[in-house]
């Protein structure tokens, strides 16, 4: 084995010792963003930015949501380029960034609380029949507190230039299917995930004498 080979293959092995130790690194820090923070606190570090949480009122004031303070509605220009059809959500909120969003969308669907579950099923089947998903999880947020139970799934979609994590929530407003949506960039959901489940979780209807 000539010294050249031995040395290329030495620098190869030191590469690849750094990529995983700052892919540890990364992960390390991650783990304790989302062990040590909840947006009950009020405020969570997210990729190493502090973002101040409170309490929304969505849907013309019929549901509270704890979300991050400076999330705006989207630019319509914008949303005219995201969501080019008609029926596109009533909800769009997102960040400065514009690549975490939030979006609500009720559905013609009615719809029984004990029924959630079996919806968000169904809805996952129809996801992966028209688009090019790659799922992850599932899941049931349980109904406590005055909150909305909610049924959720997650996954990835491919894009021109970044893949897309998805987290699609089902809720049940006054008898009538609503959809709750959180996505960001792909490579940043292992942060934002547990934030928006977080997000999700707090869902609550707004009674009228509340409003």
């Known amino acids: 084995m000539s010294l050249k080979y031995m040395d290329e293959e030495i620098i190869k092995l030191m590469v690849e010792q750094e ?24 405020q969570v570090t997210v990729l190493g930015e502090t ?18 303070e400076e999330w705006q509605d ?9 969501y080019p059809y008609e029926s596109r959500p009533q909800v769009i909120l997102t960040d ?7 979006t609500i969308k ?3 669907q009615r719809l029984r609380n004990e029924q959630v579950a079996d919806f968000a099923a169904a809805l ?12 992850l999880e599932e899941g049931f947020i349980e109904n406590r507190e005055n909150r909305l139970p909610v049924a959720w799934y997650d996954f990835i979609l491919p894009a021109a230039d970044e893949e897309i994590y998805n987290l699609m929530g089902c809720i049940v ?19 934002w995930k547990p934030v928006a489940l977080e997000m999700m979780g707090t869902l609550q209807f707004v009674y009228q004498e509340q409003r």
């Open 173 to 191: 407003l006054d008898g009538q299917a609503v959809l709750i949506t959180f996505n960001c960039l792909a490579k940043e959901q292992a942060r």
């Open 51 to 68: 973002i101040q949480f409170a309490p929304r009122d969505l849907l013309a004031g019929t549901i509270r949501m704890v979300l991050p």
């Open 96 to 102: 400065y960034t514009t690549t975490v969003n939030l």
């Open 74 to 82: 989207m630019p319509m220009e914008l949303v005219k380029t995201k």
């Open 19 to 42: 990529e995983r130790e700052e892919l540890a690194a990364r992960e390390a820090a991650v783990r304790a963003e989302t062990t040590s923070q909840t947006i009950y606190d009020g």
């Open 124 to 135: 996952k089947l129809l996801t992966g029949k028209s688009m090019k998903a790659s799922f």
């Open 106 to 108: 009720p559905l013609a």
